[in-house]
Structures are given as structure tokens and as C-alpha cells.
């Protein structure tokens, strides 16, 4: 085997049969589900336990500042990014489920639900702002944000699960 064989090899582009993809996959979920909109979940443990003088409003501050962060993005660009996301979706949706091609459609199971769960942070950073939540209520909302963006992964892991398993019994069968 030369080196660019052994590359590709590692590299492999059949996505739902490469152990790097279920790692990616995992951590992300992981990752999403631990920072809720930015802020480190352990920092909403502590300010509920109250340890510490200023956990309570340190997390608050977290949380002001990430929310106005995502608002203002929101505000300033929000059309365009919502445009760019469409067109990239629509265009890994196009060359993996017309087109057939595996690495595309990796991409799009990975990166459809995360839109979801950017939405879902746009919509809570939102109710956060409006309704001026803080202390126990704040803790309150994320924690249902949480739960749902942690329902939004495990349904988006099982179905990329089963779409992989239907992928690699297909192409097994065909070779």
C-alpha cells in the first residue's frame, strides 16, 4: 500500500462505516447538549446548589451575555445566515439522497438537527429576554432547553443509526 492509500484509507469517505463519523457524532451531541446556549451546564448546577458567593450571578451574567450575543447575530444577519444554511442543507440533502453520495449524507444528518437546535437557542434566548428571567426561573427555562436539545440528539443518533445500518447492509448486499 502506498502512503496516499493509506490516507484515503483512514480518510474513508463511506461515512457510516468509519468509526470517525460515530466519534464526531457522539461529541457533538455531547458537546451540544453540556453548553446550553453557550453556557457550561455545571455552572447552573453550582448556582442552583448555591456554591459559592457569586455562582448564582455569575451564571446569570454567562447567560445575559450569550443570549444578547445571539440575539444581536440574530438581528444583524440573521436573514443571510438562514439563507446560507438553507442553500448548503438543501444542497447536501441533493448530493446525498439524489446523488447517492455517503459523505453528504453524514453531513446533513449531522447538521439538520443542529439547526433545529439553533432555533430552538434563538427561540429560548428570546424568552429569556423578554420575560427577564433570573435565578430558579432561568435555571428553569434552560433546563427544559436542555432537555429538548438532548431529545433532538438522541432522536437525531437513532436515525442516523438506522439510515448507517440500512447503508452498510445495502452496500454489503451490493458487494
Do not use: C, K
Not at 46 to 63: K, L, S
Not at 143 to 156: E, N, P, Y
Request: no cysteine; net charge neutral.
Amino acid at each position: 500500500m502506498t502512503l496516499l492509500d493509506n490516507v484515503f484509507e483512514l480518510i474513508d469517505l463511506r461515512s457510516f462505516s468509519n468509526l470517525w463519523f460515530w466519534i464526531a457524532l457522539a461529541v457533538t451531541w455531547s458537546t451540544v447538549s453540556h453548553w446550553v446556549l453557550g453556557v457550561p451546564w455545571d455552572m447552573a448546577i453550582r448556582a442552583r446548589r448555591g456554591q459559592g458567593e457569586t455562582a448564582m450571578e455569575d451564571f446569570e451574567d454567562m447567560v445575559r451575555i450569550n443570549t444578547g450575543r445571539l440575539l444581536y447575530v440574530a438581528n444583524q444577519s440573521g436573514t443571510l445566515l438562514a439563507g446560507i444554511a438553507a442553500f448548503a442543507l438543501s444542497s447536501l440533502a441533493i448530493l446525498g439522497f439524489v446523488y447517492g453520495n455517503e459523505f453528504s449524507q453524514a453531513v446533513f444528518m449531522l447538521a439538520f438537527p443542529l439547526t433545529g437546535v439553533g432555533l430552538l437557542s434563538l427561540r429560548t434566548a428570546r424568552r429569556i429576554r423578554d420575560e427577564a428571567l433570573r435565578g430558579e426561573a432561568l435555571i428553569a427555562r434552560l433546563s427544559r432547553h436542555r432537555l429538548s436539545v438532548q431529545t433532538v440528539g438522541m432522536v437525531s443518533i437513532f436515525v442516523t443509526a438506522m439510515w448507517g445500518m440500512y447503508q452498510n447492509m445495502a452496500i454489503g448486499a451490493l458487494g
